[in-house]
């Protein structure tokens, strides 16, 4: 503990008698100064014992005495000691009473006392503070190393929450709570998550102070990594700011819990090239070898359906960094879903995409299908303006096997290219397959195809010598049946025919063709207007 009043009173050495404020001793001393001007405040910095001999004041004016205790009040001083028998034979009544009116705490100091005598104690009460506080931080630190390394991030924080006399948190990269101690603790985390997204926003390494005296706790946020994306955060609760001794502490965790995140990396990096190893292997038709380098790393993976999923940033992204900064925040929500669950996930960044593979019906895929909803609900929302430079597109395939990896990444493949020309986050290959091909004709390609072809006939039907357009959209929904085409237009069936010898003629086609009938009707189609 720091030196106080109560305890510089008790200081056999020093023969200190309180006159005033006695209530008010158990209050720490920052220092012991000397002056004696009649206004040292601007000197001051708070939490100092000012000692004087009443020099230069009018000890003896009430007025005076008020307006000289009330500003040392003011300006934080803790304790008035002053010295009888130099000026004063005793300690004037009016600045006596001037402190017990504030309250000041006033110590009568005896002549054979020297302030120095005092400003000593003082200084080797606060260095034998500092010495037990770095004692006791080394030691904490020292338990800490013990329990990181016998029992793990959960071991450091049980040690790391008794030392602090609080609670302690662990977040992974996605800003969910992995570990906290004590027990009880997880539920007051987990409600911090906004404010650790906000802190992962920063740079590494970045702190802040949530809460204070309104709050149940003081609670200290620290991200983790040393990289430009924080890997981790940890969350300190106590009571109070911490002392020297619990900073030495939470520092000597951050530092423990630092390097086990970055030893962590370097292992996800050495399991991204194992991964990428097994995917070239699955997508060159190669699984049993793909099993034998995945070994118990994704092994189970392998056995059971999975989704092939890729992720592109959009043109506009691939300029800046952030179309990147969204892959890697995507990626670590499906590999912290995966990890939550138990369950093995196969992440592989690939040059200006993400290619992952995860457990059909597993977390993973829900945390990827979750996050892009997210992400299309913000696009569309007020308080957020979508714009192509920070947004990308997810392809999710249908259930395939490890025989089938390569047409299932095809499949993610169509299903992303879907998802950029609709403008969608996510595209599902079941969609596809359920869907209608008329949205597909939307494409720019595709229209410039439409007009090429029917230019022609439209041109004719401008000239007002007849509608062949008209004609030939009703004969090829009628599948070429004359009579029925006919009653629909209003005209002679020998009308139609005519019409459709000249449709041939135009174009240079034959009717009979049926990949021309095809054509000419998916080219009806991009060109209506109420399709």
Known sequence: MPPTLASLVHHSALKLTV??????????????????????????????????????????????????????????????????????????????????????????????????????????????????????????????????????????????????????????ASGTVVAAAPDWAGRRAARLTGEVERLRERPAPASSVVGGPEHEDRVELHSLGTGRRPRAALAVGTAAAPGTAERYAVHSAIALLTLTTERSRSLHAAEQRIGTAVLRMLLA????????????????????????????????????????????????????????????????????????????????????????????????????????EDEIVVGLSAPAGPIAAAAAYKQAEQSLSVARRRGRVLVEHEQLAAGSVLPLLADDAVKAFADGLLRPLYEHDATGRGDLVASLRAWLSRHGQWDAAAADLGVHRHTLRYRMRRVEEILGRSLDDPDVRMELWLALKATSTDQ
């Not at 708070?46 to 003011?74: N, Q, W």
């Not at 705490?105 to 120095?116: G, I």
């Not at 056995?303 to 892959?327: C, E, H, Y």
């Not at 299908?369 to 609900?377: I, Q, S, T």
């Open 19 to 172: 006159r005033a404020g006695a209530d008010r001793l158990d209050v720490p001393v920052r220092w012991a100064h000397v002056s004696e001007l009649a206004d040292p405040v601007p000197y001051m910095e708070g939490g100092e014992l000012l000692l004087i001999t009443a020099l230069k004041l009018d000890a003896e004016d009430p007025e005076s005495m008020r307006r000289y205790v009330r500003r040392l009040a003011g300006a934080g001083v803790v304790g008035l000691g002053f010295a009888v028998g130099v000026n004063y034979e005793e300690i004037p009544k009016a600045l006596v009473d001037a402190c017990a009116d504030e309250p000041l705490p006033l110590l009568e100091v005896p002549r054979r006392t020297p302030f120095l005598a005092i400003s000593k104690a003082v200084s080797a009460a606060i260095a034998a503070d500092q010495y037990r506080a770095v004692t006791a931080g080394f030691a904490a630190q020292r338990e800490l190393t013990k329990q990181a390394l016998n029992s793990g991030p959960e071991g450091l924080l049980t040690a790391l929450a008794a030392q602090v006399d609080g609670w302690a948190a662990l977040y992974d």
């Open 285 to 388: 038709g190669e699984p049993d070898h793909a099993r034998a380098v995945a070994g118990d790393l994704y092994g189970g993976l392998l056995d059971a359906p999975f989704r092939m999923i890729v992720a592109d940033s959009v043109p506009g992204a691939r300029a800046t960094a952030t179309g990147g900064d969204r892959l890697g925040t995507l990626a670590e929500a499906l590999e912290s879903a995966a990890a939550r669950s138990g369950e093995a996930v196969l992440v592989v960044p690939e040059g200006e995409r993400l290619v992952v593979l995860a457990a059909d019906g597993g977390a993973a895929v829900a945390a990827c299908v979750a996050w892009a909803a997210d992400l299309e609900a913000a696009r569309t929302s007020s308080e957020r303006a979508a714009t192509e």
